[in-house]
């Protein structure tokens, strides 16, 4: 990923968010999501994290057509040796073309190569049919759980772990 990917990769995020969480949290929160305003965060802290969280795009047909980023996993602000899958989101035209799984298999090989032995990622306790994308790819919850409270309404995150360098 370079800067200048900054605004798709945002219009990708908030198309995500909007797709995959639409019942999930509050629908007055999604539709406030601003595209705008999330490329402005992501350029800010594309170069402040530069050396630390891993920024994958996937292409179809020449467009970006999802993105990923992992880094190391953060308990609280310590960072640990462990991996984290920060995001991963697909341009909802083209799910099931196998791009999510082709970022995640990116992601776990690049964090294998590092030589990190977990990964980590929070997913939405509700939000089955990413827990069921996370599960196939060998990931588990380890049972521990964070709330997440989205415009006064807790929506809570479950925390999922994979060894890596096995499926």
């Not at 996993?73 to 799910?95: K, S």
């Not at 970022?103 to 939000?127: D, P, T, Y």
Request: charged content about 30%.
């Amino acid at each position: 990923m370079v800067y200048g990917d900054c605004e798709r990769v945002s219009e990708i995020r908030i198309g995500g968010w909007r797709s995959a969480y639409r019942g999930l949290m509050p629908q007055s929160h999604l539709d406030a999501l601003s595209v705008a305003e999330d490329a402005e965060r992501r350029r800010a802290r594309f170069t402040d994290l530069a050396d630390t969280v891993v920024n994958l795009i996937a292409e179809r047909d020449g467009s970006t057509a999802g993105w990923a980023c992992h880094g190391p996993y953060r308990e609280g602000e310590a960072r640990t040796g462990d991996a984290e899958l920060y995001a991963i989101y697909v341009d909802p035209g083209h799910y099931g073309d196998g791009i999510g799984h082709a970022l995640l298999e990116e992601s776990l090989r690049r964090c294998s190569a590092a030589g990190h032995a977990r990964m980590f990622l929070w997913v939405l306790k509700e939000n089955t049919g990413a827990r069921r994308f996370y599960e196939r790819a060998g990931f588990r919850p380890d049972g521990a759980e964070e709330p997440f409270e989205v415009d006064g309404v807790l929506v809570p995150e479950v925390r999922y772990t994979r060894r890596l360098g096995t499926a």
